[in-house]
């Protein structure tokens, strides 16, 4: 069974970063983006559905980003074994949401492709 475990959610005021990170226990790098076609980071909001935010896809790592979030959050896959991030500068607090790690064999176009998920982490932005 495949587990993702996130961290680095918490409250930061308007203008702030945060980082996010997510683990893959287990796998090594090469056998990690063997394992799945892509990883991301999915959020939603309260009374909402889950929506892709950034997601980097297998060897070749080419990125896709929201348009509400280019500009201000990179995606990036750590030199640490298993290991991907979702550094977000210049928080608004629409940004406010739990964020999910994901990960899927076959596509991270919606909600439905993910096959693994992470637990969530909050990120709360005050004004």
């Known amino acids: 069974q495949v587990r993702l475990v996130e961290s680095g959610g918490g409250s930061v005021q308007a203008g702030g970063s945060l980082t996010l990170s997510c683990e893959a226990p287990g796998y090594t790098r090469s056998a990690y983006y063997m394992a799945f076609y892509c990883m991301g980071w999915f959020r939603q909001y309260p009374g909402k559905g889950r929506e892709g935010v950034a997601v980097?896809?297998?060897?070749?790592?080419?990125?896709y980003l929201s348009d509400d979030v280019k500009g201000r959050f990179t995606i990036t896959r750590g030199n640490a074994k298993n290991m991907l991030y979702l550094q977000m500068n210049s928080l608004k607090p629409e940004d406010t949401a739990t964020f999910y790690c994901?990960?899927?064999?076959?596509?991270?176009?919606?909600?439905?492709?993910?096959?693994?998920w992470g637990q969530g982490t909050q990120v709360t932005v005050s004004s």
């Open positions: 980097i896809y297998g060897r070749g790592g080419s990125i």
């Open positions: 994901a990960a899927s064999r076959d596509s991270c176009r919606s909600v439905s492709d993910i096959d693994y």
